[in-house]
């Protein structure tokens, strides 16, 4: 069973907007430390977005103010609100999950330190 799974990507224009949505198949993923990574063409994955499990958001410095994430654990849901999109944007964007001790120790985007990957979504920003 795939314990991440993403959806809502597509192909926009610059300026429009996309909601991202990653369900985890396992109430476990409550307690975890739940984030949005991306990989353009050519480049390495970033990190983009990750919550806490008590929702507490931190954001990478080129989206802060477009780009929202939330969670709702009812429904085992995190959510990425992508606003006034731009051409470099454009990349295949991740769900990833980790202990929340992670989103509490590390300011920074671990990759290495994320458990659980989805399978990505493709977001395509045109200009």
């Known amino acids: 069973q795939v314990p991440l799974v993403e959806s809502g990507g597509g192909s926009v224009q610059s300026g429009g907007s996309l909601r991202l949505s990653c369900v985890a198949s396992?109430?476990?993923?409550?307690?975890?430390?739940m984030a949005w990574f991306r990989q353009g063409p050519g480049k390495e994955r970033e990190g983009v977005a990750k919550?806490?499990?008590?929702?507490?958001?931190t954001y990478n410095d080129s989206v802060q103010g477009r780009f929202t994430i939330s969670r709702d654990n009812a429904k085992n849901t995190v959510y990425l609100e992508m606003n006034s999109l731009k051409p470099e944007d454009t990349a295949i964007y991740y769900c990833?999950?980790?202990?929340?001790?992670?989103?509490?120790?590390?300011?920074?985007?671990?990759?290495?330190?994320?458990?659980?990957w989805g399978q990505g979504t493709q977001v395509t920003v045109s200009s």
């Open positions: 919550i806490t499990s008590g929702g507490s958001p």
């Open positions: 396992e109430d476990k993923f409550k307690a975890y430390c």
């Open positions: 990833a999950a980790a202990p929340n001790s992670v989103c509490l120790l590390y300011d920074d985007f671990v990759l290495q330190k994320m458990n659980y």
